[in-house]
């Protein structure tokens, strides 16, 4: 009975998604004179390295360790955008003249506004 009480302590959840399921990006910072590793999906933390392999290990392990304690303080874990469904819709505000100038240049090469804006984004 001890035993099965000692395990449990010990016993650790496990996060819903790992480290590696997030989208990362490392890029080299000047000012700091290193690599600076940082995370989408978790847009406060970053992590720096010599090399671009070691910040990208380095910010790997810092998100590693936020999901484990999010999970054993019961907090929401963010989803990874790999794991987000996207439909593919997307319902823009722009100005009118805006608006206007777009659908006359589709008209004028004879594609759909849609298609347009497509294109712009893109080549963009």
Known sequence: MERTKAKKKTERL???HQADEYHYTVGWSEEDRAFIGRVAEFESLAAHGRT???????IKSVVQTVLEDLVASGE???QPFSKRRFSGKLNLRMPESMH???A???AR????LNQLINLKLTVA
Do not use: C, D, M, Y
């Open 104 to 106: 006359l240049e589709a």
């Open 52 to 58: 671009l392999e070691s910040a990208l290990r380095e």
């Open 76 to 78: 929401e874990i963010p």
């Open 109 to 112: 090469q004879g594609i759909s």
């Open 14 to 16: 496990q996060p819903p």
């Open 100 to 102: 206007r100038q777009l």
